[in-house]
C-alpha cells in the first residue's frame, strides 16, 4: 500500500466521506504534467472547480493549464493571469454580490492572490491513486465531518479555529489562502462549484496542507479513542412515554 494509499484510507476511516480526498498541486514548470501517471486534460476549456469534481466523483487525476481555465476568478487568484482594471474596481461583485462599488473593492481587495504568472497548471487527483506528492488535500463532507477534522487539527494546538471567506471563488479560500498560510481552511463552496461542480447544499470544504495531514490524522485518531466519532452517535436512553405506559398498564392490571 502506498503512503497516498494509507492516507486515504485513514481519512476515510474516520470521517466516512462519501466523495474522494482530493489531492491537488500546482505546477510551475508544463513538462512535469508528462510525468504524472493517468493524467486526464479536459477536451474543452473547463472551470477550476470541475477539475475537483472529476476527482472527488470519478476518481480521475485531472490537468489543467491556466490558458484552459475559463473562470476569471480563478485564473487571478492562482495568478494564471493579470487582474485587470475591471477586476480592481470591483466590476466582478457590484450589482452582483455588493450594492455600492466600493464595497465591491473591498471584496475585490479581499481576495488572496498568488504571485501572477508563477504557477502554469493545476493537477488533482483521487487521493488514494495519485503518484505526486500533492500541495494540500482537499476534503468535501458535512458539518460534523469538519468538526472532526477541526478537532484533529487541534489536538495539540489547542484554541479555536477561525473561518474568513467572501462566499464566491471558493478556490481563493482553499487553494490560494491555503498555500499562502500553509495552514488548515474550513470553506463554503461556491456559486460555480455548486452549480458546475455539484456541490451539495450539505457540503463545507476542508482545505489541508500537505505537511498537516498526519498531524490531523494522528489528532483524529486521539479523539475518535476518546469517543468523540464520525458518525455521531445517538444516545440511546430509557424513552420516558413507555415508563409511563408501563406504570399505568401495570396498575390497571392490579385494578
Not at 495519485?130 to 494540500?136: F, H, K
Request: charged content about 25%; overall charge positive; proline content about 5%.
Amino acid at each position: 500500500m502506498s503512503k497516498w494509499e494509507r492516507l486515504d484510507t485513514q481519512l476515510i476511516k474516520y470521517l466516512r466521506l462519501a466523495t474522494f480526498p482530493v489531492a491537488v498541486k500546482l505546477y510551475k514548470d508544463l513538462e512535469k504534467l508528462k510525468e504524472i501517471k493517468f493524467l486526464k486534460k479536459p477536451e474543452e476549456d473547463i472551470i477550476i472547480c470541475q477539475l475537483f469534481s472529476y476527482s472527488r466523483y470519478y476518481g480521475w487525476t485531472m490537468g489543467c493549464t491556466g490558458e484552459e481555465n475559463i473562470c476569471p476568478l480563478a485564473g487571478i487568484t492562482l495568478g494564471f493571469e493579470e487582474p485587470h482594471d475591471l477586476f480592481e474596481e470591483g466590476a466582478f461583485f457590484i450589482g452582483r454580490y455588493n450594492e455600492t462599488k466600493q464595497a465591491a473593492k473591498l471584496t475585490t481587495a479581499s481576495m488572496p492572490r498568488l504571485p501572477t504568472n508563477e504557477y502554469k497548471a493545476i493537477v488533482s487527483g483521487a487521493l488514494g491513486r495519485v503518484d505526486y506528492e500533492p500541495d494540500l488535500i482537499l476534503i468535501w463532507g458535512n458539518s460534523a465531518q469538519m468538526m472532526r477534522i477541526i478537532q484533529g487539527y487541534l489536538w495539540k494546538r489547542g484554541g479555536r479555529v477561525n473561518l474568513s471567506t467572501f462566499c464566491d471563488g471558493v478556490c481563493a479560500d482553499t487553494i490560494t489562502k491555503t498555500l499562502l498560510t500553509r495552514d488548515l481552511q474550513i470553506a463554503f463552496p461556491c456559486l460555480g462549484d455548486r452549480r458546475f461542480g455539484n456541490a451539495t447544499d450539505n457540503d463545507l470544504i476542508a482545505s489541508i496542507p500537505f505537511s498537516l495531514v498526519n498531524e490531523i490524522l494522528s489528532g483524529m485518531e486521539k479523539t475518535h479513542k476518546a469517543g468523540t466519532r464520525y458518525p455521531i452517535p445517538f444516545q440511546i436512553s430509557t424513552p420516558d412515554f413507555f415508563v409511563k405506559l408501563k406504570k399505568q398498564l401495570e396498575k390497571v392490571k392490579k385494578d
